[in-house]
C-alpha cells in the first residue's frame, strides 16, 4: 500500500492534537473503542519481537486508592525540588487523573522475556524498555484517533507500584496510563498554557 498526503494530513491532526491529558470525564469507555485499543499495541514495533510490555487494567477501587496514595506521596516529594514562583505553578498544577479516569493501565516491560530470544539487546538491553514506550506512544496515538485522552502519571514509585499490583520481580514500571474522554480539547498543551514550559526546537545536525 502507498500512502499519499491524506494519510499524512490526517496524521498530522492526530499528532498535533495529541495531548497528555489530565482533566477526565468520568463517562465509561465503550467496549468496542477497548478491544480496538489493546489490538492496536500489537501493531508497535519491538526489539527482536520480543513484545515485552506486559499490561495490568486496573480497576479495583481498594488498588487504585493505594495508587493514588502513592502519588500524593511522590508528588509532594516532588514539590520540594521547586522554589518560589515555580512551586506555585507546580502545586497549581493537575498532574494525574487517577480520580477521574475510568481506563487505568499499569504497563510494565518485562526484563526476562523468551519472545525474541534475545535478538537486538546483547549489547542494549534496555531496548526493551524502549519497545515497551514504543508501545505506550503506539496506543496513545489510537487513542486519540478514538477521541479518546490518555495521560501517562510518571510521578509513583515503580517499586511501589509493583508490589501493589503483586507483579513478577522481573517486571518494571515504564507507564502508569489514565485513558478516557477529556472534559475538553485543546491543540495548545497544558504545559504551555500555563507557562511552565515551551517547546524547544530539536533540529537535525549533520556529522
Not at 473503542?33 to 492496536?40: E, G, N, T
Not at 498532574?95 to 522475556?113: I, K, M, R, S
Amino acid at each position: 500500500m502507498k500512502l499519499d498526503q491524506s494519510h499524512r494530513d490526517a496524521l498530522h491532526d492526530v499528532l498535533r492534537w495529541r495531548r497528555d491529558v489530565r482533566h477526565f470525564k468520568t463517562d465509561p469507555i465503550e467496549p468496542d473503542i477497548l478491544r480496538r485499543l489493546s489490538q492496536v499495541m500489537d501493531l508497535a514495533p519491538s526489539v527482536g519481537n520480543a513484545r515485552p510490555w506486559r499490561i495490568k487494567r486496573v480497576q479495583s477501587p481498594h488498588l487504585r486508592a493505594q495508587i493514588i496514595a502513592d502519588f500524593e506521596t511522590e508528588n509532594a516529594k516532588a514539590a520540594t525540588k521547586y522554589k518560589g514562583s515555580k512551586k506555585v505553578d507546580y502545586m497549581a498544577l493537575k498532574l494525574a487523573g487517577l480520580h477521574d479516569a475510568p481506563v487505568q493501565l499499569a504497563v510494565f516491560t518485562d526484563h526476562t522475556p523468551t519472545e525474541g530470544h534475545g535478538l537486538g539487546r546483547q549489547t542494549m538491553p534496555e531496548m526493551l524498555d524502549y519497545s515497551t514506550v514504543a508501545a505506550i506512544h503506539t496506543l496513545w496515538i489510537a487513542a486519540r484517533a478514538e477521541n479518546i485522552g490518555l495521560g501517562w502519571v510518571s510521578i509513583l514509585n515503580p517499586a511501589n507500584i509493583g508490589r501493589i499490583l503483586e507483579v513478577p520481580d522481573t517486571w518494571s514500571l515504564t507507564g502508569y496510563l489514565c485513558l478516557g474522554y477529556a472534559n475538553a480539547d485543546d491543540d495548545t498543551p497544558l504545559l504551555h498554557r500555563t507557562n511552565w514550559q515551551e517547546n524547544t526546537s530539536a533540529s537535525w545536525e549533520t556529522v
